[in-house]
T-cell receptor
């Protein structure tokens, strides 16, 4: 079945770059998404990438997609304390459903 | 744009009672909405797909008689937890799917924290 894997924790210093990695299994996924969740809140869509793209950049966010290896990454440049949150990657499957990874808890230390 | 609201944001109910949670897309129409459940420190688990004007499609292992879903209009879906028990306590999140220029995006509500005592 479909599966999405992420590392659980990442700790960086303020100002450094953060790279959150994700692997997925469904090669037919059309879109891959990155969401941010702050404590007690819903999910905020950060960015997405279409499966025929290799890279997408949006301000401090860069998404890299290696479709051959089914590997997705999110790079946050100049990470700030306000970026501390849980980041979920998700792949879209048939019917528009999203399969989420376990979430990566990003901790940004001043 | 693309705002999804949920009501209530939190609710405490007694075991055996029923609770209704509303999910609204405020500035777009959503023919498809999704309901998720999230346990502390865990990922989102898809419960069901809610389609406007038709029956919801439930994921394997989700009791349709326990979690009643109604998608009465293009901007409103409701989830009713019937005869709630403490094990139903969880964070319930809905999302609404928007299509713009052929691109599908899912926007999530802020979630509803349900505590069953």
């Amino acid at each position: 079945g479909e599966d999405v894997e992420q590392s659980l924790f990442l700790s960086v210093r303020e100002g450094d770059s953060s790279v959150i990695n994700c692997t997925y299994t469904d090669s037919s996924s059309t879109y891959l998404y990155w969401y941010k969740q702050e404590p007690g809140a819903g999910l905020q869509l950060l960015t997405y990438i279409f499966s025929n793209m290799d890279m997408k950049q949006d301000q401090r966010l860069t998404v890299l997609l290696n479709k051959k290896d089914k590997h997705l990454s999110l790079r946050i440049a100049d990470t700030q304390t306000g970026d501390s949150a849980i980041y979920f990657c998700a792949e879209s499957i048939q019917g528009g459903k999203l399969i989420f990874g376990q979430g990566t808890e990003l901790s940004v230390k001043p | 744009g693309a705002v999804v609201s949920q009501h209530p944001s939190w609710v405490i109910c007694k075991s055996g009672t029923s609770v209704k949670i509303e999910c609204r897309s405020l500035d777009f129409q959503a023919t498809t909405m999704f309901w998720y459940r999230q346990f502390p420190k865990q990922s989102l688990m898809l419960m069901a797909t809610s389609n406007e004007g038709s029956k919801a499609t439930y994921e394997q292992g989700v009791e349709k008689d326990k979690f009643l879903i109604n998608h009465a209009s293009l901007t409103l879906s409701t989830l009713t937890v019937t005869s709630a028990h403490p094990e139903d306590s969880s964070f319930y999140i809905c999302s609404a799917r928007s299509e713009l220029a052929g691109v599908y995006e899912q926007y999530f509500g802020p979630g509803t924290r349900l505590t069953v005592t």
